[in-house]
């Protein structure tokens, strides 16, 4: 299976807000009908042409102090999302490796992002194997860049 990993387009948004109802996550589907969810860095992964995953991150650089393990410049990731039907096809992976690439150009060093709750095993298996550790006393994960590149090639 062929998948292309892009930024959001327009074209994109009715395949992506289906991704987002049929997952329920209606408070994100109400917020992209609303002309949303365009503010940071949205990715989509396409399979024939066909929304099957989403990533929303901030490249730019984000600091807090709660993961100061992880000196600036970093970057953080908001969201991930695969298609349920379509998980452990390598979308999760493809999608944060574009990512990752996407931050490496803009000179940043590491990645954090805070695992969703919702199946938190499956979530925290999947981050782990890409590099992702806990940051002590914070609730997130983190990675180097070169890490997160080296660790979801394909």
């Known amino acids: 299976m062929d998948i292309e990993v892009t930024l959001l387009a327009e074209e994109h948004r009715a395949g992506l807000h289906a991704l987002l109802t049929a997952v329920n996550w209606g408070r994100l589907a109400q917020e992209l009908a609303q002309g949303g969810l365009s503010t940071h860095s949205p990715y989509v992964a396409l399979s024939d042409g066909k929304v099957v995953g989403w990533l929303e991150g901030v490249l730019t650089n984000y600091e807090d102090t709660r993961v100061s393990l ?85």
Do not use: K
């Open 70 to 154: 992880y000196p600036p410049p970093q970057t953080r990731i908001n969201y991930v999302l695969t298609a349920p039907s379509m998980r452990r096809a390598g979308i999760g992976s493809a999608l944060l490796h574009r990512f990752a690439a996407d931050a490496a150009v803009a000179e940043r060093s590491f990645v954090v992002l805070w695992a969703d709750e919702r199946e938190p095993g499956a979530r925290l298996a999947f981050f782990a194997a890409c590099g992702f550790e806990p940051i002590p006393d914070s609730g997130f994960l983190g990675v180097r860049v070169d890490v997160l590149l080296a660790n979801t090639a394909r």
